[in-house]
């Protein structure tokens, strides 16, 4: 009996080892099945590749949370891929968006300076009102006035930096994990 015990354990034992920490899920992977922990969404700028890859810093920052991080920002972008619902790469990426959107507990959204992020501005409005959002736009988003303004009549948080941000998403991954257990 004993030994049954000791196979069981030493054979779960690795899997338990990988649960610790964050999981990162990119387009077009799978969204897990469990929901087990805490699942983050990083919205905001790409700008088709051409904004920082500010997902990379959250990631390594949340690297240690109990966390599933959706990241839509995939390395294997090709804009080639037509912006239109009949071209299969392009529409496989948004249905993964939105399924991961409306899986997630927590969505960030970051509104880069100098960046257009016509997306996040939709996914904003999507999910204005769901509670999820915590929205980080700095000085010299295009179109900061109609963030700030949507973000307060809808009561969904703003942070003012990124420290801040991580701090708020840290708080957030906390609560939403005592719940899930």
Same mark, same amino acid.
């Given at each position: @009996?004993?030994?049954?015990? $000791?196979?069981?354990? $030493?054979?779960?034992?690795?899997?338990?080892?990988?649960?610790?920490?964050?999981?990162?899920?990119?387009?077009?992977? *799978?969204?897990?099945?469990?929901?087990? %922990?805490? %699942?983050?969404?990083?919205?905001?700028?790409?700008? @088709?590749?051409?904004?920082?890859?500010?997902? %990379?810093? @959250?990631?390594?920052? &949340?690297?240690? /949370? /109990?966390?599933? !991080? +959706?990241? *839509?920002?995939?390395?294997?972008?090709? #804009?080639?891929?037509? #912006?239109?619902?009949?071209? *299969?790469?392009?529409?496989?990426?948004? /249905?993964? /968006? &939105?399924?991961? +959107?409306?899986?997630?507990?927590?969505? !960030?959204?970051?509104?880069?300076? =100098?960046?257009?992020? #016509?997306?996040? +501005?939709?996914?904003? =409005?999507?999910?204005?009102?769901?509670?999820? &959002?915590? !929205?980080?736009? *700095?000085?010299?988003?295009?179109?900061?006035?109609?963030?700030?303004?949507?973000?307060?009549?809808?009561?969904?948080?703003?942070?003012?930096?990124?420290?801040?941000?991580?701090?708020?998403?840290?708080? %957030? !991954?906390?609560?939403?994990?005592?719940?899930?257990?």
């Amino acid at each position: @009996m004993l030994r049954l015990f $000791l196979t069981s354990f $030493l054979l779960l034992a690795p899997v338990a080892a990988q649960a610790a920490g964050a999981v990162t899920i990119t387009s077009p992977q *799978p969204l897990p099945a469990a929901h087990d %922990r805490a %699942r983050l969404f990083l919205g905001g700028s790409i700008d @088709m590749g051409k904004a920082t890859d500010w997902q %990379r810093e @959250m990631i390594a920052a &949340l690297a240690d /949370e /109990e966390v599933a !991080i +959706l990241n *839509p920002r995939r390395p294997d972008w090709n #804009p080639a891929w037509k #912006p239109e619902a009949s071209d *299969p790469n392009f529409r496989t990426q948004v /249905e993964w /968006e &939105l399924a991961a +959107l409306d899986s997630a507990d927590i969505i !960030i959204l970051y509104f880069a300076p =100098g960046s257009q992020s #016509p997306v996040s +501005l939709l996914e904003m =409005g999507l999910h204005a009102r769901s509670g999820k &959002l915590i !929205i980080f736009c *700095p000085d010299g988003f295009w179109r900061k006035g109609n963030v700030d303004i949507t973000a307060a009549r809808y009561g969904a948080k703003q942070v003012s930096s990124f420290d801040e941000l991580l701090r708020e998403v840290r708080s %957030r !991954i906390a609560a939403v994990n005592r719940r899930l257990d």
